[in-house]
């Protein structure tokens, strides 16, 4: 499988939605114990994934996490309000990078030409 680097196109850090259940100091870890990443619909990068993770702008991703927002306007958050893939760009990178005796920049070193979330045919 081809892998590829998927960015904002801004550069800025993309923020995914997931739900977590941690132990705490009072709990032994137990077996539901982990986090999911949220995902939606594939939208715009159909041709690299079936699944796209949900991300929220920096403002909206506080609000989400924020344990004053109630449950119901989180929900609806990840359902309506994640960025589009119009907000992203995506280019091929090195198959190297799925070993992970490889290390280093050169990994993530386009190989391919950048396409963004209106580009229709991807891949």
């Known amino acids: 499988m081809q892998p590829y680097l998927i960015r904002y196109r801004e550069r800025t850090p993309v923020?995914?939605?997931?739900?977590?259940?941690?132990?705490?100091?009072?709990?032994?870890?137990?077996?539901?114990?982990?986090?999911?990443?949220?995902?939606?619909?594939?939208?715009?990068?159909?041709?690299i994934h079936d699944r796209r993770s949900v991300s929220l702008p920096g403002k909206l991703a506080q609000e989400w996490l924020s344990p004053a927002t109630p449950k119901e306007s989180a929900k609806q958050m990840v359902?309506?309000?994640?960025?589009?893939?119009?907000?992203?760009?995506?280019?091929?990178?090195?198959?190297?990078?799925?070993?992970?005796?490889?290390?280093?920049r050169a990994l993530i070193?386009?190989?391919?030409?950048?396409?963004c979330g209106d580009y229709k045919g991807n891949g």
Not at 29 to 36: Q, Y
């Open 79 to 104: 359902l309506l309000l994640d960025e589009s893939p119009e907000a992203f760009e995506w280019f091929k990178i090195d198959r190297a990078i799925g070993n992970v005796r490889n290390q280093g």
């Open 109 to 115: 070193k386009l190989t391919g030409q950048i396409q």
């Open 15 to 47: 923020l995914c939605a997931a739900i977590c259940q941690y132990p705490i100091a009072e709990h032994e870890a137990g077996e539901h114990d982990g986090f999911v990443i949220i995902t939606g619909s594939v939208g715009g990068v159909m041709d």
